[in-house]
């Protein structure tokens, strides 16, 4: 078979392949087997998650695998794969390990970026598959510039337990339930042994999903890349497309800046707001666009919410998982509907070499299919998105909520207040939170790694109390987490944030209507408790903790640490 000559693609590999100076470089890569002539030949990088600990990952090995065979069957490039880490947030959620969460999007951005660099790959191809593999892979290759494709990794099954359809954000509320004596050990055990149904991220319209899509309606990735299942046989036919896909875009020199742009990003957050996504979208996508140059901020989120209906019908707040979506024609039949209605920029670059428009030109209309998943934009669950930005004298640099309107849109009460994620948790088993207060969880910011409450919010579900109570923090919330929840508070209590001078009984107003977050007490009392407040000291002095903390930068910036 002829292969193309694509030596005029290999504008960084030459730079080690081709100069005679560059002896150690050559015998390396003829010792790793290749040929004189894949010498000329393009490298691409295959960076894969993979982590054997974790269901999200433990199958993107395969995967990469799969795209190997696709680059080479192509022919005229190198695959060259290689790893990036990977933690799971629902393994360590509710640990001193969740604080690790958030910054390993930046260790993976980092280690894709040093590995590509430093060997110099002509592209990348990514395979995330888990909440930060999915911003970190992207921020890899906008930093990168060079051709790239993202090929998500795919959610996994829904478990069943005695006929009810069960996922991770069931079990996050068990320890609500028998703490409130409502549950009994063998249901608790035999929930948790079937949530997880198989290989992939989580099934709901976690964050995940959310960025899945996101990534997919920017242009990153294959129509559908967000909705086939890990296991399914579309994902593998995905990864069968690798090699064509990276192989047009080294061609044709199409790279993440010129596919990622203002009107790609704000597809990005219509859907997000469409589809009931994530809060932590928020802060990815504001790291995306930092990293691409584009001017973005909170409030333009609340300009999209307020434009865009709530249409999908999608857990937590909903009925429905991102495999039910792929059975129905997947997340192209979201964007093709967006679109005919007005509400996405179908000019838009995409990895296929074609715009978003010509991507959907042959997709089925919402109207022509029975379902429902994803409801009409005519007749949405609600009008406007539930995606709230608040600001007030207790969120001066603003806070993010996502609010479904079935929680009402106002709330005030008294506030109990707990330092650590882990008090409240002892608190809620001794019954100490009462229906009307308002929880606050401080100290849970950026530079403490910003964990994720969703122990806190299930055990608020699971008690019965998520109906009549509120919860604020500078944390962040997981996208199983659903109720009257407020995250992202900037400034966080380690800067010095109102947040951190609430005592228990401070009255707080929560007006979503209004985009008030307040706390109603005097000036002249809170400069007497500043005058007195005390930082509370960091966990670590030392390591990438204490290393995050130093850099990272606020919430309403996106957590960035390059700003």
């Known amino acids: 078979m002829d292969i193309e000559d694509l030596s005029a693609c290999a504008l960084h590999s030459s730079k080690i392949t081709q100069p005679k100076q560059q002896a150690t470089s050559q015998s390396f890569l003829y010792g790793i087997g290749l040929s004189g002539e894949d010498m000329r030949r393009p490298f691409v990088g295959i960076s894969s998650c993979w982590i054997e600990g974790n269901p999200c990952n433990n199958h993107l090995n395969t995967l990469a695998d799969a795209v190997k065979e696709s680059v080479e069957r192509v022919g005229g490039m190198n695959g060259m794969r290689f790893n990036t880490i990977s933690i799971s947030d629902a393994i360590s959620m509710g640990t001193s390990g969740m604080r690790y969460s958030l910054l390993s999007r930046e260790v993976i951005a980092d280690s894709i970026e040093t590995v590509t660099e430093c060997l110099h790959y002509d592209a990348n191809i990514s395979l995330p598959s888990c909440d930060k593999n999915m911003p970190g892979v992207l921020i890899a290759q906008l930093r990168l510039n060079r051709p790239a494709l993202v090929i998500y990794g795919g959610t996994h099954l829904v478990g069943t337990y005695k006929g009810e359809r069960v996922d991770i954000g069931r079990a996050s509320e068990l320890y609500g339930e028998v703490s409130a004596g409502c549950l009994s050990e063998e249901d608790r055990l035999g ?5 997880t149904a198989s290989s992939g991220s989580c099934p709901g319209m976690f964050t995940a999903n959310t960025m899945g899509v996101s990534i997919e309606a920017m242009g990153m990735s294959l129509p ?61 996508l504001l790291a995306v666009a930092h990293t691409a140059g584009i001017p973005l901020q909170i409030d333009d989120f609340q300009d999209i919410s307020d434009r865009t209906p709530y249409i999908g019908n999608f857990k937590p707040s909903g009925q429905f998982f991102m495999q ?84 009402g849109d106002y709330f005030q009460g008294p506030a109990i207040v707990f330092d650590y994620e882990q008090d409240m948790l002892d608190s809620i088993a001794k019954g100490d939170i009462k229906k009307g207060m308002v929880v606050v969880i401080r100290y849970e910011g950026p530079k403490n790694g910003m964990p994720e409450m969703l122990y806190p919010t299930g055990a608020l579900v699971g008690a019965n109390l998520s109906q009549h109570c509120a919860l604020i923090t500078d944390g962040r919330f997981s996208g199983a987490s ?31 209507a209004n985009r008030k977050l307040e706390l109603n007490v005097s000036e002249d ?25 130093k850099v990272v930068q606020s919430a309403s910036l996106g957590c960035v640490t390059d700003y």
């Open 191 to 195: 929930i948790i042994r079937v949530c």
């Open 224 to 284: 559908n890349s967000s909705s086939s299942p890990a296991v399914s046989r579309e994902k593998l036919q995905e990864c069968g497309l690798a090699g064509k896909t990276i192989k047009n875009l080294l061609v044709n020199n199409i790279c993440p800046k010129d596919i990622i742009t203002r009107k790609s990003l704000e597809n990005a957050i219509t859907c997000v707001c469409a589809v009931g996504g994530s809060t932590n979208a928020v802060l990815h």
């Open 324 to 407: 039910d979506l792929h059975e129905i024609g997947g997340t192209s039949l979201l964007l093709k509907h967006l679109l005919d209605n007005g509400y996405l920029h179908g000019d838009c670059m995409t990895v296929t070499g074609n715009t978003l428009a010509h991507n959907l030109q042959s997709v089925k209309s919402l109207e022509s299919i029975r379902q429902q998943i994803i409801f009409d934009v005519k007749s949405p669950k609600k009008a406007t998105a539930n995606l709230k930005i608040l600001r007030g004298s207790l969120a001066p640099d603003g806070a993010v909520a996502k609010i479904s309107g079935k929680e």
């Open 482 to 512: 659903h109720g009257f929840i407020i995250g992202h508070v900037t400034p966080e209590a380690y800067s010095g944030g109102p947040i951190a001078l609430v005592e228990n009984g401070d009255v707080i107003t929560i007006d979503v």
């Open 525 to 549: 009392i809170l400069q007497r408790r500043r005058a007195a407040w005390k930082c509370l000291p960091f966990k670590t002095n030392q390591g990438v903790l204490r290393k995050f903390a």
